[in-house]
């Protein structure tokens, strides 16, 4: 078997290791070896040079949607289309991305999509929600792409069937985060009033109605709401009454049986040994920390902890009380590291700051997410952390929080799957080439 050889300085995804000359050796999908750089090959060995860039592992990414045809988002809405299933995986491939775990939670391993698709160097995976109140919850606020067999769907079914984790226990649309913002308050205010509106104005109008904890606390008056709705040219358009009906009841229908479905995906994470994310916000951070304690061989993840329902003092604090639990830190692009249309980078760095992160991924964003390549470029140039930990992030760490879906990958060491990415050296969301399962499927930053 002809050998594929990979020359160039790498990062191995352990979070320590930096071989500034090096040659990865791979033959069929597998890595055989990493050795110092070796300029001669054998006849038939194909080789790239990979000098003046850097070498990476495949990121793993364990937080996404929009990747599988089935039920869409914990809200089990209707599918995307094939189109924009087909868009969202090669962004994340070209992105570097050669695992992704499709954490919707309510669609089934056969919706992953490949008989309607084709096959896709993209490795895809999914989670499972399939709880009682957790199905309950997709119903009241969706639940458009839900069919008899997702209803009927158990967790043990689903495992036995191929998916990877549990979750994502609740979700922007069924606890109030940022689905709301972008997608269902807006639509229910144009409803209403024929104006399109901002999701960082429906933001506002959520949090000065609900609070940012949904509780009600710190909650505007109806003076407060008026001065809101005049000051973003809706005084004329809806009452402050009007206001504070259509987001308690856009929002607050599916919360409690999505708070009860945190519940229950942590008792199953502890039968079942499986690692489970949690969706990781204002709302649900004390049941989340809670649920750490009551059920402590749970291997409970806390998803997108640098969510913007939380001020960044908050995040930190979050993190710290669910970390000393034992709970897996993970925090996601987001829109906000490059787009910044609905948000910022305060959140991430502050964590990333203080050495809170363990894993990285990117959620969905309304599908305006940035790339895991351009957050972990970004805390190298701050200085936030070394750029072999910031790497780990989405590769070595990955494997340790999820190996049923990762741990034979996320490092370029030998006998591990040759997921491997090369980036230019100054600027690592720069992907040049993807090679994924040993093949070279992104050659010049273009699909092969």
């Known amino acids: 078997m002809d050998t594929l050889i990979v020359n160039g300085s790498l990062i191995t995804g352990d979070g320590i290791t930096f071989l500034e000359k090096a040659s990865v050796r791979i033959r069929g999908t597998m890595i055989v070896d990493v050795t110092p750089y070796q300029e001669a090959s054998n006849e038939g060995d194909r080789i790239i040079d990979a000098g003046g860039s850097v070498v990476l592992p495949g990121m793993v990414n364990a937080h996404a949607h929009g990747c599988i045809v089935g039920p869409s988002m914990p809200s089990g809405s209707l599918p995307l289309s094939t189109e924009d299933v087909s868009y969202q995986r090669n962004r994340h491939l070209l992105s570097g991305t050669t695992t992704l775990l499709n954490v919707c939670g309510l669609a089934t391993p056969d919706e992953i999509g490949s008989g309607v698709l084709g096959p896709h160097a993209l490795d895809i995976h999914v989670s499972t929600a399939h709880t009682p109140s957790s199905l309950a919850a997709a119903g009241i606020s969706d639940g458009a792409g839900l069919s008899a067999q997702h209803l009927a769907a158990t967790i043990d079914d689903m495992l036995a069937r ?92 599916p919360v409690h049986l999505a708070m009860r479905g945190l519940a229950e995906i942590a008792a199953q ?48 604090t979050t993190a710290t009380l669910l970390k000393d639990r034992g709970v897996t830190i993970d925090v996601s692009t987001l829109d906000c590291i490059a787009t910044r249309w609905r948000n910022g980078p305060e959140n991430l760095d502050h964590l990333a700051t203080e050495g809170l992160i363990d894993t990285l991924s990117t959620d969905y964003a309304g599908g305006d997410w940035d790339t895991i390549l351009s957050a972990i470029q ?20 990955v494997a340790k929080a999820i190996p049923e879906l990762a741990g034979d990958r996320g490092l370029i060491e030998r006998n591990k799957q040759a997921d491997i990415i090369i980036c230019d050296a100054h600027n690592f969301a720069r992907v040049r080439h993807v090679i994924a399962k040993g093949r070279l499927v992104v050659k010049d930053a273009r699909i092969v």
């Open 378 to 397: 970004r805390m190298i140039a701050k200085k936030q952390m070394p750029a072999p930990r910031a790497v780990a992030l989405a590769a070595g760490n």
């Open 269 to 316: 994470s502890e039968r079942v040994g499986m690692a489970a994310i949690f969706h990781n916000a204002a709302p649900t951070a004390a049941t989340i920390v809670q649920l750490a304690e009551t059920y402590p061989r749970a291997r409970m993840i806390a998803g997108h902890s640098n969510h913007p329902m939380f001020l960044p003092e908050e995040a930190v």
């Open 162 to 253: 191929g998916a990877k984790a549990l979750g994502e226990a609740g979700g922007g649309q069924t606890l109030g985060g940022g689905a709301q913002d972008y997608r269902y308050l807006p639509l229910a205010i144009e409803k209403v009033t024929g104006v399109a509106i901002h999701p960082k104005i429906a933001r506002q109008f959520k949090e000065a109605v609900l609070g940012r904890r949904l509780d009600g606390a710190a909650a505007a008056s109806d003076d407060e709401l008026e001065g809101l709705l005049d000051r973003h040219a809706l005084d004329g358009h809806l009452t402050a009454e009007q206001l504070r009906r259509i987001v308690v009841e856009t929002v607050m229908p």
